[in-house]
Antibody
Framework: VQLQQWGAGLLKPSETLSLTCAVY????????WSWVRQPPGKGLEWIGHISHGGSTNYDPSLKSRVTISVDTSKNQFSLKLTSVTAADTAVYYCARRRGLGLLDYWGQGTLVTVSS | DIQMTQSPSSLSASVGDRVTITCQAS??????LNWYQQKPGKAPKLLIYDASSLEAGVPARFSGSGSATDFTFTISSLQPEDIATYYCQQYEDLRITFGQGTRLEIK
């Protein structure tokens, strides 16, 4: 199983962050697919996840700005985060959620910088 | 929301030492606790799941224990390649939260 992610790395404040993660190998279902971020020099923050059927859960602090979607025909899932600020600057990771709550495969990470 | 308190925040030890990191949950999470290793510039790597189960391919010097609110992660004999930051992670109602991390250095 490999996760490969891509998306814009430099945004201006108020823009929308958009990242996509493609899953190669293994089955796309019945897993949940997650996004996690890590601000520079800081710890890991869970953003949310989506099931192969499209059911989502988001961190309450980001819920109003986050949308995670899935395209099962392409084995891909995506993250959109609206109205970004400097506080959203981070490395963003996609990951596969196995079982009830462990993350066993991760993407390579994408540094997203928000700066005017 | 469940909060995870991980300690210490940093730790310096010698090769061959036994290293222990603790993680405390703000409420009972049964055994819904995982441990990850993250090296600089890399994605986290799952080491221990469900508090005490060793992920496939992970060396047996890594172990975990605990339940309810108190959990421990142990490296039985520290190796140079174990230098990394370690995170605990809980899951409850499908939501995930991480501990603050423990940076492990060689003395």
């Amino acid at each position: 199983v490999q996760l490969q992610q891509w998306g814009a790395g430099l945004l201006k404040p108020s823009e929308t962050l958009s990242l996509t993660c493609a899953v190669y190998g293994g089955s796309f279902s019945p897993y949940y697919w997650s996004w996690v971020r890590q601000p520079p020099g800081k710890g890991l923050e869970w953003i949310g996840h989506i099931s192969h059927g499209g059911s989502t859960n988001y961190d309450p602090s980001l819920k109003s700005r986050v949308t995670i979607s899935v395209d099962t025909s392409k084995n891909q899932f995506s993250l959109k985060l609206t109205s970004v600020t400097a506080a959203d600057t981070a490395v963003y990771y996609c990951a596969r959620r196995r079982g009830l709550g462990l993350l066993d495969y991760w993407g390579q990470g994408t540094l997203v910088t928000v700066s005017s | 929301d469940i909060q995870m308190t991980q300690s210490p925040s940093s730790l310096s030890a010698s090769v061959g030492d036994r290293v222990t990191i603790t993680c405390q949950a703000s409420q009972d999470i049964s055994n819904n606790l995982n441990w990850y290793q993250q090296k600089p510039g890399k994605a986290p790597k799952l080491l221990i799941y469900d508090a005490s189960s060793l992920e496939a391919g992970v060396p047996a010097r890594f172990s975990g224990s605990g339940s309810a609110t108190d959990f421990t992660f142990t490296i039985s004999s520290l190796q140079p390649e174990d230098i990394a930051t370690y995170y605990c992670q809980q899951y409850e109602d499908l939501r995930i939260t991480f501990g603050q991390g423990t940076r492990l250095e060689i003395k």
